[in-house]
């Protein structure tokens, strides 16, 4: 690896950005971060169910996102962590309650079986308000970072799970279910309440985290909405295309539960284009970055080629 490092110094060129390497690392960081901020202790049943869902492992794109537009911005990793795992808590806690039989009903995620089909409906409800409360008060009890940012991270927390943002979103969804008149407009409109706020609260959170201006704020704000459609435009193929084994939850639901999605308003091949042209709107947001954004373009590039 050394060498190849010194073939690209000597030609006056950064190496390629490795990032299976930079994902693992970051993943490894996350993992042992949310165990050490969520012990079991009594009672033991509730915190076990807590836990059950938030290590059950997954990609942790949403906090290490949060982490590299921290470090992007020029803080650090260790400022950052405490609200990665926080949105990591309040995206398992929208999971667990997405998957109850109220909601979209799903028997597997992850590859494992839902929450509620191991503990119960009534202890995995308890469980997503446990991680969503216990979030906020991870976030508020960061050292080393000015309060007023810290505020400023709550407040676009709330905003992101609220009406304006993840629930606005899930409600619509309920109501567009089985229905045949789904416009493109209100597809977008749960999308990047339902699955975009969240996304976006990771990127800007880091961000505002270390203490990044006004105007670059904005351009990372604008590539987490980029990349948030494209996820969901993905996800929706992906759920065609992809195997339970795949995918770690059940494949086809959409289509078995009759939802409007991306691929059944444009078809899959120009769903595919859509979710390309918006990676590429993303990556131009970055280029006033440079090579500081290096993590953040593999990233977007790695939304459309996922498998899962």
Known sequence: MVATDNKYSAQGQSPPFDLRKYLAERQALVEAALEHFLPVTYPEK???AMRYSLLAGGKRLRPILCLATCELAGGTLEMAMPTACALEMIHTMSLIHDDLPAMDNDDYRRGKLTNHKVYGEDI??????????????????????????????????????????????????????????????????????????????????????????????????????????????????LD???TQEELGKTAGKDLRAKKA???????LEESKCKAQQLVADAKAELAPFGENARSLLAIAEFITSRTH
Request: net charge negative.
């Open 261 to 267: 999605t991306y691929p059944s308003l444009w078809g």
């Open 124 to 237: 995995a409800i308890l469980a997503g308000d446990g991680l969503l409360a216990y979030a906020f008060e991870v976030v508020a009890q960061t050292e080393n970072v000015p309060a007023e940012r810290l505020v400023q991270v709550i407040a676009r927390l709330g905003r992101a799970v609220s009406a304006a943002g993840l629930v606005g979103g899930q409600v619509v969804d309920l109501e567009c279910e089985g229905k045949s008149d789904v416009t493109i407009e209100t597809l977008n409109f749960i999308h990047t309440h339902k699955t975009g706020a969240l996304l976006e609260a990771c990127v800007v959170c880091g961000a505002i985290i270390a203490g990044i201006s006004v105007t670059d704020l904005q351009r990372l704000s604008r590539y987490a909405e980029n990349i948030g459609l494209a996820f969901q435009i993905v996800d929706d193929v």
């Open 46 to 48: 509730i915190y076990e």
């Open 240 to 242: 065609i295309t992809a």
